[in-house]
C-alpha cells in the first residue's frame, strides 16, 4: 500500500462515521447542544467539511467546494462565505442549522470525491512539498493531510458521542 492509498483509507473512514453521525436525524437533533457553549452535531460535521474542503482546496489549488458547487447557497447560513468555524463563538455555532442530515452528507461526500481526486494525482515525494512556511517547522503535504485527518476524526467522533447521549432522550 502506498501512502495515498493510506490517506484515502482513512478519509473513507471519516465519510462512514459522518453518515453514521447523523443519518436519520431530524433538524432539531442536529442543533440539539449539551450546554450554549456547546457545539451541535450540524456545527461539528459542517466544521469538520468545511476544513478538509479548505485545506484540500488550497494544496491541490482549486477552489473549494462549497464556493465552486453551490454548498454555501444550498445551506444559506448567516456566516462569511470562507467561515469554516475556527474562532466560531457559541452565536456563531447556533447558526449551523440544517433541515436534514442530507444536506451534510452531501456536502461531505462531494468534498470527499474532490479529497480522492486530488489523493490519486499524488505520489509519495510530493508529500514532502512545503506547503505552509508560516510554522516552524513548516509544514509539508503530508504533515497537512494527517493534520485534516485528525482533526476531522476528532470531530466526527465527537458528533458519534452527542448522537449517542441524546438518543435516549
Known sequence: MISKDVLADGFGRIQEEVHNAVTGLGADQLARRIDENANSIAWLVWHLTRVQDDHVAEVAGRQQVWLADGWRDRFALDLPARATGYGHTPADVARVRVDAPELLTGYYDATHAVTLSYLDTLRDQDLDRVVDE????????????????SDDLQHAGQAALLRGLFAGR
Open 134 to 149: 508560516q510554522w516552524d517547522p513548516p509544514v509539508t503535504l503530508g504533515v497537512r493531510l494527517v493534520s485534516v485527518l
